[in-house]
């Protein structure tokens, strides 16, 4: 792995896994900022996605049970945001906060309610549910897995909710968690030796240095290792899954260095200067150790995804981002970020690949972040990463080759990861 070294210290697993293996995404130059003001209350102002997301947090706040959801316009640079209930002063308030509204049918409350009732009578393995605030509906999709009197029973669920509420479509894959035996961060399970991809360096809440990735990996093992067969190097403090998919791991030796940076092959990283909520519509970049570098746009947010567990049974994890940005086995709690260096999430599991396209799904590092009482960075460590280049990206694709840890010894569980005493139990871990 590519490791930065610090002298006199021993340095921290590189952010986001190894070198890129066949990376096509390239990152962009950062966009202008925000401009301040606009020509009359009508019109909308020109954000960067960033500043997208905090003014719709805000106008979620003003505009109270009217507001329901908005979304990033990436190619007029504006919020869009849905105003339901026909109130004119509230959507004369989002004019004049300077986003474009939108009048619409379904308010937020109706749109959590029809999740409510997808939750009780449709929580089927292989399938998922989102808000989209680009239709004002609630997209449910269901994976390959789904058919016969399962697919009956989603889609008369579905319909029972209206066609202006609920829309159903298909996936051609099978929803999965991206875990599997390989390269990264390794730990050895009673199934086989399984692979993960570390998310971001953190501090944890009591100053030791540590690392996020997510929590089916956490569950899965207690102790990981920077190379195959090496000596255990971070020792899980805290795993949880399902319900969520988050893990905190703490570095063994505690002057461990963990900057703040994904490393996204080529020579180059991405210094990351804080946490970043996700906003639909924003593009967004994944890094894994299996896949490399490439990005996407977020399609969903609070989203619920119901995975096959080992035992037959089903994982549902709720909260989590969705997006058309690929991913593969080994990428599991691999970075989420935005092109300016905001962590918005670690890689969960999702349909498809990175040659036909399919859905990912992440936890958000907010939720992450206060669940385990860490802070991105690791003290003084975040300072001495000072001598990368903050949204730097590659000016191409990353250089291709081979997986260096051999695929042979690759072992993959059901579900797309491996199997061990841990996992599934979806418990807080305490060393």
Partial sequence: MSHKRIPKRKAAIAAGGVVALGAAAVLLPNANASQDG???????????????????????????????????????????VNVAGG?????????????????????????????????????????????????????????????????????????????????????????????????????????GTVRCSLGFNVTAGDGSPAFLTAGHCGVAAEQWSDSQNGAPVATVDQATFPGSDLALVKYDDPDTQAPSAVDVGNGQSVEITGAAEATVGATVFRMGSTTGLHNGTVTGLDATVNFQSETGGVDTVTGLIQTNVCAEPGDSGGPLFTQDGGAVGLTSGGSGDCTRGGETFFQPVTTALQATGATLGAGDAAGDAGDQQPGAGPSGTGPSGTDPSGAGDRHSGAGGHNSGPAYGSGRTRTP
């Fill in 87 to 191: 109130d004119a002063g509230m959507a004369l308030r989002a004019k004049k906060a300077g986003a474009s509204v939108r009048q619409v049918g379904n308010s937020t409350a109706a749109l959590n309610s029809a999740a409510r009732t997808l939750k009780a009578e449709a929580t089927i393995p292989g399938t998922s549910w989102a808000v989209d605030p680009r239709t004002n509906k609630v997209v449910v999709t269901a994976d390959s897995t789904v058919t016969g009197a399962r697919w009956n029973r989603l889609q008369s669920t579905v319909r029972g909710l209206g066609s202006g509420m609920a829309t159903l479509k298909k996936s051609a894959g099978t929803f999965k968690t991206f875990a599997s035996g390989g390269d990264a961060v390794f730990a050895r399970t009673q199934g």
């Fill in 38 to 80: 606009a020509a009359d209350d009508a019109t909308p102002r020109t954000l960067r996605a960033a500043d997208a997301s905090g003014l719709s947090a805000q106008l979620a706040t003003a505009l109270g049970d009217s507001f329901a959801g908005s979304y990033y316009d990436s190619a007029e640079r504006r919020l869009v």
